[in-house]
């Protein structure tokens, strides 16, 4: 366990997902930040990016050629896919990375071309990134160099789904996966359909049964169940600005009933610090993980006998991105996993 | 066709409902507003309870029991369930009645008793009722002396639905719905749960598989299907004002595709004022039917040959209460459809 | 007064002023929609860029240059200021114009220049210009060819100030005008700013004590106080589609008690449809004209016996921009000020 | 100093004061939660009342009277005026305490009876309370038992205005306080105007220049100017949940120019933590502050030449109430004024 300071870049730091890193390292014990890339606004203040994190000390913006490597421990790579395959393959060998991005998140180089259009530039490295959902890669993630942090909907929609798949009890050939997001998602892109008035009091289903994470969710319910899995996934955009919820109806092998199912999800997460199986009845609601890394699940019966209804919920900031990415690290390094992220939910 | 203006009351004429008929009806041409009643507001004026509809020229609000039923040819009931059947069997029969509770819409009275707890008090009157729906009861409604205005998840949920159960080419034994909605849905009560700081900046699933509209989603599908149908609905809080999105998983009779599914739709909506069927690959949205009647929708191809997934958006308040109120009054006396309900959508 | 259907053409339709100058003109009795120009989006159907449209029977968007101008008897100008100039130049004298932007508000081409940054390209048309503040102007409207519609602001806070102004009262000296508006004042451009998510659960002034409506307000102020007005102005960004409310601090003439001053208020828009000066003690709410051409306005006791606060409310997109173009539109063909405005306001 | 653990009672913990004092002494070095006390809720756990407070380890909630003051070193009341008063009479002379509420502000028993409209029940008591705006009352705080934390809107509104004051060059014979809230300055309490339908998409002005925050800026700008002030204030409540803005427009001493009224208030505040003087033009936005103990404050040139326009901005839970009450403790008990509150802002 290393318990002097390590010193962490983070690449890409001027999109939401960076100033969400930031605003946790700041009280991580162990972290400095030592370097802070965004090349569009290389040689600003933080705090002219984001004013929010006035009166921190961190260092200006710098372009990535600037970045200088040796005085580094870790990288948080906040890049967008592709860009980041290639200044990832060009780190030195000795810095360990966790990567925010989708690139090294489906292990099928030919998933990644389908789901994201392009051939993958760091194929040797992408068979060395372990995926980081880390409930069920704590094994595996210490001894990695590169960690693929995984997306938003895939954490949330995983957490709950992983317990029964591993069991052998999902019948991954019809899981239906209706997702609802907020708009920080979508990080900070100005786009017009991203307006204040586009976006506030109305809501709208995207990228209808072709998101891109559904190569994502179906590679590792496949793994777990060990068994090709068929994905339904409609995300929705809805007005607020954190906070995911998953609505997941699956059916259980015949005779599985919903108290079998509930003490297979108990179980599965009765230790861990972050996620969290509600009381039977209570309803995961985004207001409860809200600048949290928590996830809250709960289960529900369906309308016939095997089907369940599983319902889970981040902040998908948070668990679904700069949470579970520090998360990662404290793993890596062997140290507490809550460190930097007992701030708990806000509300209201 | 009667021209002259018919006189109207409004009972229950406090809650969101009552104020959004108000709306549509000072604009109609034959509509005259003749009384308003609200028990706890008797006396006040209709700008006191709400004030956006200062300048208007309204009666002040008075008991029911004060309502002079003589001077009056269509009540439009706006009180809750239970209340409701007892004010309307006391209606004399000269009265057309567009009731927008749930007292009248289930047929079979053993079914309102398992939904809403309570033996129905007026099961003769119940068999009198039309179910509101307005473009797949159109024959039924102008012979009718009682219509049951449908509830909001049902008009959502039922009109993409209708055209394949009737074409019975629809699996109905596994339909799942999973249904989002604005907040003014729960109407004007005083709730912590309503309260913006419990509902902005976030979202809740609730009533999980057993929100009350399920009896009548199912009932209608089981009659347009001729075969009993098996809903999962689960409904969504949304944090925006109105608005509501229906996402429908169903399953497709085996070789039927989605372009033959998509000219059934087509065809059963192209002559519609207020139901439209969008291009290919458009998706609904709140924003687009905001205040107004119309009912957006689509569908999509799910992930096995035989699934589609259906998405219609309304507003609550509108088509979903308060707009299909007024269509199915216009219809009742042979005048436009459209009348009254003709402003369109607002936006922003 | 004209009865016959006028031709309406609405240059920049592609922005919120035009896209509301149509849903209100589609309910008009005597306006038909000829033209629509957006530049950008030439050769699409109006559905394409609000979709809230679908459903309208309106023209293709076509670039300006492609507009015929014989065939039409009105323009509404809904175009960039500066632009704007250009444009209505090159218009045929027997077209009647309304335009929404700033161009020929300024009687003073220098405060012109002082506040828009450049030399006016058409000085002898300003000085045609009628300024639209319809309540104020009444006797000019209808004999002009070209309307200046008012800014958001400007109606605003001039709507409260200038029957103080008028009976030559008012301490114009001192005029602090807190104001604060939704986000759909800023238009449709996609700009960081107005994002969601740096929109949402935030306010901030901007443009403190320099914004462009300055101009505008002081001009006519000194204009009906016949004296040089001097006006403090801080707006502020609200995290709201609609709505706008100026506070105002004003000084009046030593001895004029609150109650003559209310008398003042309330004999100035005693006759009016849109103007509502509220009871004694109700204060103004955005929620009461939303969508409506309402203005609401009230006026409290400062802390110092001379001193008054004036509270108004409006759309800004209708009273505000689009609502008062109507106004004016009605007002120019001697048909009722109140047709396609008769809507009420949209609550909840 | 004391660095072992103090034992801590929340009185009034089912309130948002509350859940964001638990919040925050969660992370505190030096602190243990003893005891929650809540009488409607009594026996409950802490979850059940605020579901976002799952997983931390907390006492339940428990009555007034089942309080066992012998194992507590410090109370924060979190409870309604009035109520205070008795309440922390009875409290034993050991403990010391730290109050939300009202009752120990006003230092003039018949300030409090003005504003309050009820004899004051422990004057004395009141004689020994220390008004716990830390910045300005830094010296008497740590030698005081009782200390009345000032509320959202003085806090927000004293910070920017004191320096002058102090200085001897500020006009209080006019200052004019435009302030905007959040909601949830208005706690938890079940109104219909705190709904979301009610509240979202519209703003209000509310208790215009006769709210009783009037009372407390009132005593302290008159204390240190040493002149009596004259304010004038108008708060409004605003779509968002956290977050306050005050714009100040006032009057210096004649001759005083803008840039030695912004060294003045730099001076002021160059060593603190958490209050901010932003770079010269930049604006005070509410987002920056947001979860955070930060006052962001700025001034600019108003339109005579003495005349200034200060703005502020707050979280009104956190500076303005449960934020403030921390940093009072660490002052309390000479620690690190920022202890438990180095969580920076959220955003986005």
Same mark, same amino acid.
């Given at each position: 366990?290393?318990?002097?300071?390590?010193?962490?870049?983070?690449?890409?730091?001027?999109?939401?997902?960076?100033?969400?890193?930031?605003?946790?390292?700041?009280?991580?014990?162990?972290?400095?930040?030592?370097?802070?890339?965004?090349?569009?606004?290389?040689?600003?203040?933080?705090?002219?990016?984001?004013?929010?994190?006035?009166?921190?000390?961190?260092?200006?913006?710098?372009?990535?050629?600037?970045?200088?490597?040796?005085?580094?421990?870790?990288?948080?790579?906040?890049?967008?896919?592709?860009?980041?395959?290639?200044?990832?393959?060009?780190?030195?060998?000795?810095?360990?990375?966790?990567?925010?991005?989708?690139?090294?998140?489906?292990?099928?180089?030919?998933?990644?071309?389908?789901?994201? #259009?392009?051939?993958?530039?760091?194929?040797?490295?992408?068979?060395?990134?372990?995926?980081?959902?880390?409930?069920?890669?704590?094994?595996?993630?210490?001894?990695?160099?590169?960690?693929?942090?995984?997306?938003?909907?895939?954490?949330?929609?995983?957490?709950?789904?992983?317990?029964?798949?591993?069991?052998?009890?999902?019948?991954?050939?019809?899981?239906? !996966?209706?997702?609802?997001?907020?708009?920080? #998602?979508?990080?900070?892109?100005?786009?017009?359909?991203?307006?204040?008035?586009?976006?506030?009091?109305?809501?709208?289903?995207?990228?209808?049964?072709?998101?891109?994470?559904?190569?994502?969710?179906?590679?590792?319910?496949?793994?777990?169940?060990?068994?090709?899995?068929?994905?339904?996934?409609?995300?929705?955009?809805?007005?607020?600005?954190?906070?995911?919820?998953?609505?997941?109806?699956?059916?259980?092998?015949?005779?599985?009933?919903?108290?079998?199912?509930?003490?297979?999800?108990?179980?599965?997460?009765?230790?861990?610090?972050?996620?969290?199986?509600?009381?039977?009845?209570?309803?995961?609601?985004?207001?409860?993980?809200?600048?949290?890394?928590?996830?809250?699940?709960?289960?529900?019966?369906?309308?016939?006998?095997?089907? !369940? !209804?599983?319902?889970?919920?981040?902040?998908?900031?948070?668990?679904?991105?700069?949470?579970?990415?520090?998360?990662?690290?404290?793993?890596?390094?062997?140290?507490?996993?809550?460190?930097?992220?007992?701030?708990?939910? !806000?509300?209201?």
């Amino acid at each position: 366990m290393t318990t002097q300071k390590i010193r962490i870049a983070i690449l890409g730091a001027s999109g939401y997902t960076g100033a969400e890193l930031i605003r946790l390292l700041l009280t991580h014990p162990y972290a400095e930040i030592t370097a802070l890339t965004a090349n569009a606004h290389a040689g600003q203040e933080m705090a002219a990016v984001f004013p929010h994190l006035r009166g921190a000390d961190l260092p200006k913006l710098i372009t990535i050629e600037e970045l200088q490597t040796d005085a580094l421990d870790l990288v948080f790579c906040c890049l967008p896919h592709a860009t980041t395959q290639k200044v990832i393959a060009g780190l030195p060998d000795y810095l360990k990375i966790i990567d925010l991005s989708a690139d090294f998140r489906l292990r099928d180089v030919a998933e990644y071309k389908r789901w994201y #259009g392009e051939v993958h530039q760091a194929p040797i490295l992408q068979g060395q990134a372990v995926y980081g959902l880390t409930e069920h890669y704590r094994e595996l993630i210490p001894e990695s160099r590169l960690i693929a942090n995984p997306g938003c909907y895939p954490t949330c929609s995983l957490l709950p789904l992983i317990p029964f798949a591993k069991a052998g009890i999902l019948d991954v050939s019809q899981v239906i !996966i209706d997702a609802k997001s907020g708009v920080s #998602g979508a990080g900070r892109s100005i786009k017009q359909n991203l307006l204040f008035n586009e976006v506030s009091e109305g809501m709208q289903p995207y990228g209808v049964n072709n998101h891109r994470h559904i190569g994502e969710i179906t590679q590792e319910l496949t793994a777990f169940a060990d068994e090709v899995a068929n994905i339904t996934f409609v995300p929705h955009l809805i007005p607020q600005r954190r906070g995911m919820i998953a609505t997941i109806y699956v059916r259980l092998q015949q005779g599985i009933n919903i108290n079998t199912a509930r003490q297979i999800l108990e179980k599965a997460y009765k230790d861990e610090s972050f996620v969290h199986v509600l009381p039977e009845g209570e309803v995961p609601s985004t207001h409860s993980v809200r600048a949290s890394n928590y996830c809250h699940m709960n289960l529900f019966a369906g309308s016939s006998s095997d089907d !369940i !209804i599983l319902i889970s919920a981040i902040d998908n900031l948070m668990k679904g991105a700069s949470g579970q990415a520090v998360q990662n690290m404290n793993l890596l390094y062997g140290w507490e996993e809550t460190l930097g992220l007992a701030g708990g939910a !806000i509300f209201p």
